[in-house]
């Protein structure tokens, strides 16, 4: 219990971070400048630098499923979006000549659901007792398929956001 309620203070204390620079950045057009190009223009993406980046909805995700869901549900969420959503872009730039929606690809899509499957697959097997392997595998495939249509059909929302709570939700409802 203590653990959980430090992780949502350091949490909170990030997401509070991120909140007063993003919204600095926007009142100040040369700390806009010299923030998104100087010190993060390697790692953040090119619409980032006028609207909230995608970190910023990665540590909300994370403080709202470490505040409602269970433990190992938020844990699966976070596997998903930190090993699924990379796959995606990365097989999807590389290989995705069939876009499906916008240009996210079949490729990409895909990528995600078996990667996803496998890592959660794997969660299972290593951090729940007495599951066994069909069990874990079911998990890994549910959240999995829902994690990857998540990211498919997020275009009002960021995906960061979206994936890691549908599928930290759907953990918990198989769990």
């Given at each position: 219990?203590?653990?959980?309620?430090?992780?949502?203070?350091?949490?909170?204390?990030?997401?509070?971070?991120?909140?007063?620079?993003?919204?600095?950045?926007?009142?100040?057009?040369?700390?806009?400048?010299?923030?998104?190009?100087?010190?993060?223009?390697?790692?953040?993406?090119?619409g980032?630098?006028?609207?909230?980046?995608?970190?910023?909805?990665?540590?909300?995700?994370?403080?709202?499923?470490?505040?409602?869901l269970?433990?190992?549900?938020?844990?699966?969420?976070?596997?998903?979006?930190?090993?699924?959503?990379?796959?995606?872009?990365?097989?999807?730039?590389?290989?995705?000549?069939?876009?499906?929606?916008?240009?996210?690809?079949?490729?990409?899509?895909?990528?995600?659901?078996?990667?996803?499957?496998?890592?959660?697959?794997?969660?299972?097997?290593?951090?729940?007792?007495?599951?066994?392997?069909?069990?874990?595998?079911?998990?890994?495939?549910?959240?999995?398929?829902?994690?990857?249509?998540?990211?498919?059909?997020?275009?009002?929302?960021?995906?960061?956001?979206?994936?890691?709570?549908?599928?930290?939700?759907?953990a918990?409802?198989?769990?």
């Amino acid at each position: 219990a203590v653990a959980g309620v430090a992780l949502i203070v350091v949490g909170a204390s990030l997401l509070g971070l991120f909140i007063f620079m993003d919204v600095t950045r926007r009142v100040s057009t040369t700390w806009n400048e010299r923030f998104v190009q100087k010190m993060f223009g390697k790692i953040s993406r090119p619409g980032e630098a006028h609207r909230i980046p995608s970190a910023t909805w990665y540590v909300c995700a994370l403080l709202l499923g470490a505040w409602l869901l269970p433990k190992h549900a938020i844990s699966v969420g976070a596997l998903v979006l930190a090993f699924g959503d990379p796959m995606a872009a990365l097989m999807g730039k590389r290989f995705g000549r069939i876009k499906l929606v916008g240009e996210k690809s079949l490729v990409g899509t895909l990528s995600f659901a078996v990667v996803s499957m496998l890592v959660v697959s794997l969660y299972a097997w290593a951090l729940m007792p007495g599951w066994g392997f069909m069990r874990g595998f079911g998990l890994g495939a549910a959240v999995g398929i829902v994690g990857a249509l998540t990211e498919l059909m997020s275009t009002k929302l960021d995906d960061n956001l979206t994936i890691a709570l549908t599928t930290g939700v759907v953990a918990m409802l198989l769990l």
